[in-house]
């Protein structure tokens, strides 16, 4: 499929995608969340992408933030529209994939930015990366899912600041406050993410996609986490990949494992 605001590439079972507005410090308008929207969902379909790594263009920015010039006029009720169609074409979408998502931050992480970093499974940072909110400084506030996935990573308190202060962190901090595993510098950020991506895909992507969905459960109001797991866990034993997971570990042989 042709893009124009991102790339997607494909190699060593591993989906890159990649926002791609440079002059623009690759920063989120709905044309660009509609083909996210597209790019994640037939990552997901395919059954040879058992990775999804997620990253911005050049050396500036992961996203920027979101392009401001398209909301500005924009009245309660279309804004309420704005994060709730958002938030249902890509920043939940990214949270629940059922393939892992690897957010790579090469460089500023803002507003909408960081809230795309945050959906996705975990993530980590070059060095000169900066991740923040400003959206109070807009007079507005995050509308991407950051009052919700923010507190639940770095914890009420320091999401509280961040968010009032609309200020930025640095990628140091970040890995201090836990909303990063891992910093390394740009030109190991690829790198370290498919050595990562490359862990993962030694285990089963079936039982990946089950843990994915019960972790999540834990964040779900009116959703007993312990019984998704429960759930899960027992779906589990009847799946070709626990039979050769399990065959495997008795041989003493590794498992090769069916895939999606």
């Known amino acids: 499929m042709n893009y124009e605001n991102i790339t997607v590439e494909f190699e060593n ?4 995608i ?10 989120l308008n709905r044309d660009t969340i509609q083909e996210l929207h597209e790019a994640f969902t037939e990552a997901d379909e395919d059954k040879d992408t058992k ?15 979101a392009d401001i010039s398209e909301f500005a006029d924009f009245s309660v009720e279309k804004g309420k529209e704005l994060a709730a169609k958002g938030q249902e074409l ?5 949270a629940n994939l059922g393939t892992p998502v690897i957010a790579a931050v090469n460089g ?27 959206e109070v400084s807009l007079g507005v506030i995050p509308g991407y899912g950051g009052t919700q996935r923010l507190p639940q990573l770095v914890g009420k308190g320091r999401a509280m600041e961040m968010i009032m202060t609309a200020g930025m962190v640095d ?16 030109e190991e950020l690829m790198p370290l993410a498919e050595k990562l991506a490359g862990k993962i895909m030694k285990n089963s992507t079936v039982a990946i996609k089950a843990a994915i969905a019960a972790v999540n459960a834990n964040y779900e109001d009116g959703v007993n986490g312990f019984n998704v797991e429960v759930e899960q866990f027992g779906k589990s034993f009847g799946t070709e990949d626990f039979t050769e997971g399990t065959t495997a570990f008795l041989n003493k042989r590794k498992p090769e494992f069916p895939g999606k």
């Not at 970040?174 to 740009?186: C, D, I, K, R, S």
């Open 13 to 16: 079972n591993i989906t890159y």
């Open 18 to 27: 990649t926002i791609n507005r440079p002059k623009k410090l690759n920063a």
């Open 51 to 65: 990775v999804v790594i997620i990253s911005g263009s050049g050396d500036k920015a992961f996203v920027a933030g």
């Open 90 to 94: 890509l920043f939940n979408v990214v």
């Open 108 to 134: 500023f992480a803002l507003g909408g930015g960081l809230e795309l970093a945050m959906a996705a499974h975990f993530r980590i940072a070059s060095d000169n990366a900066k991740m923040g909110l400003p």
């Open 171 to 186: 990628a140091n901090q970040a890995l201090q406050y836990g909303l990063v595993n891992h910093v390394t510098t740009a």
